[in-house]
């Protein structure tokens, strides 16, 4: 039987193909020139030109961003291809890896056991996970030890305290949050004052750390929440700087006050 050429699999050895042939001693020298370190800002972009196109909710979009964020894993495999004998593999073994932890992970589907919520298949998700940890080789490890420090400080942060309220570090709720983050605001308040520049970094991490638990206590995700606000503020000022431009004004020269009554304006005509 001819393999079927429009099937996901055969498209996507197609692009396995095509990235080997990039590579490759005659291939294309600005891929061959590429590392893991040089290809990881691309990834970052790539993924989050991905998320940019989720909260568009332009799926024409998004189709297109997500083959671009597909080939940075085949970029990453096919580079390691070259790495020494016991450190190297391809695109395959990782295929093979997810498969395997997607279906282990999941015996409420694949095996006898079941799970009727969503809490539930995360609670037995985290349960195996902590079980596979424990057959790995035995070396000094925490429990935030396998959160990447080479994450966002976003990212990194809502997974460390989400780590830590898994064994019972934790707030009983988003009232002594809140009791939190008004302590941190007035510890940030007397840095302020004092006017060290580390110690008020050191007092804005601490504020910015509590807002993620309180994200967290309240089920929303801070990344997302922030990049909403983003998305929400560029809309206004992109009104102020149409509404003035057809006043045939700019923004420069014009006053606060200006601004900001057209920015109350924007908040009213704009959807949020």
Known sequence: MEPDSNSAGHRFQRLVEIMARLRAPDGCPWDREQTFETIKKYTLEETYEVLDAVDRKDFGDLREELGDFILQAVFYAEMAKDLPEGERFEIGDSLDFINEKLIRRHPHIFAAETATTGDAVLKRWNEIKAEERKNKPAERKGLLSPVPRALPALAE??????????????????????????????????????????????????????????????????????????????????????????????LKGTSLDEMEALWQEAKIKLPK
Do not use: C
């Open 157 to 250: 942060a809502q997974q460390i305290t989400s780590r830590a309220a898994g064994v019972g570090f934790d707030w009983t709720g988003p009232d002594q949050v809140l009791e939190k983050l008004h302590e941190e605001l007035d510890e940030f308040d007397i840095a302020r004052a004092g006017g060290d520049k580390s110690e008020m970094e050191d007092e804005l991490g601490d504020l910015l750390f509590v807002i993620v638990n309180l994200a967290r206590f309240v089920k929303v995700d801070p990344e997302q929440a922030l990049r909403r606000t983003n998305t929400k503020f560029r809309a206004r000022f992109g009104y102020i700087e149409d509404t003035l431009a057809e006043q045939g004004r700019e």
